[in-house]
């Protein structure tokens, strides 16, 4: 694990592992790299590739400001990260909350990403998905954190999933949401207020980077036709949903083997300089 400072004052945590081609990882709503664990995306990418997982500002081992931010501020973020590594270019991946940064990351800085991986995403937060996120904030300003983490996981993962893993899931929401090293509540009240303001529609059009859009049949946060509309508006992207009881908002977790096979063909196609266009 290491740290950089950067320009703009704000300290990112990330791990950096494997060697080649760099690959950034951009984590879930309130959660830092180690979303990226349980479902061996880290271990799987770091066979091919050079992995940067980020901690974003307010989890992991990044600062916790306390002044209001924003996606722009999240964005100068990652660019920071790429100006103090010294990357030129990189394939971005993220992950739902990561994901809609992604987006207007490679909308800003086409000359950075050589590819897009959007995982669970979507394009603007309609009143469909600001009213869950209102409920989401509801339960974070107002319950213990061990509850709230408990109240979201009920979303985020598939019943099949809970049924079979209650004590995992219990496990997971002390990790992350109530443990030594888990974000403060405003670091999750911050990053949904993000969430219900999320609108890149006017940028998607303007994405060049090749770019994979994956999501889930059974997710419940965030359902898939919002993804598929993002592929859509995204001129060259592929989007491919997922099928099954496993393919949930936590489909890293529960289906991590289809995720990590479908990203790491699609990465080096990219490389090879032959990704498939079809949908």
């Not at 990418?45 to 209001?68: C, K, M, N």
């Not at 994956?214 to 997710?219: K, M, Q, S, Y």
């Amino acid at each position: 694990m290491a740290v950089v400072d950067l320009a703009n004052g704000v300290t990112l945590g990330y791990e950096s592992l494997g060697s080649g081609q760099p690959v950034v990882l951009l984590p879930g709503t309130g959660v830092d790299h180690q979303i990226f664990a349980p479902g061996g995306q880290l271990q799987a990418l770091a066979e091919h590739f050079h992995v940067i997982a980020v901690d974003p500002r307010g989890t992991g081992q990044s600062s916790r400001p306390t002044e209001t931010y924003g996606s722009r501020e999240l964005v100068s973020d990652l660019l920071g990260l790429f100006d103090a590594l010294q990357l030129e270019r990189a394939h971005v991946v993220g992950l739902s909350f990561g994901s809609t940064i992604a987006q207007h990351f490679a909308a800003d800085y086409p000359d950075r990403v050589n590819a897009l991986v959007l995982y669970n995403t979507w394009g603007r937060t309609d009143e469909y998905l600001r009213r869950m996120f209102e409920i989401w904030r509801y339960f974070t300003a107002t319950a213990e954190p061990l509850d709230y983490g408990r109240f979201i996981l009920w979303w985020i993962l598939s019943a099949g999933f809970i049924n079979e893993n209650p004590q995992v899931v219990d496990g997971i929401a002390a990790e992350s949401f109530a443990g030594p090293g888990a974000a403060p509540r405003e670091t999750h009240l911050q990053q949904l207020d993000i969430n219900m303001t999320h609108d890149a529609s006017g940028k998607l059009g303007t994405i060049r980077a090749p770019t994979l859009v994956l999501a889930g049949e059974v997710d419940r946060t965030v359902p898939s036709s919002y993804a598929e509309a993002v592929g859509k508006s995204i001129p060259s992207a592929i989007t491919h949903i997922l099928t099954g009881p496993t393919s949930s908002h936590g489909m890293v977790i529960e289906a991590g083997g289809e995720v990590n096979e479908h990203t790491i063909s699609f990465l080096q196609a990219v490389d090879e300089g032959a990704p498939s266009r079809s949908r």
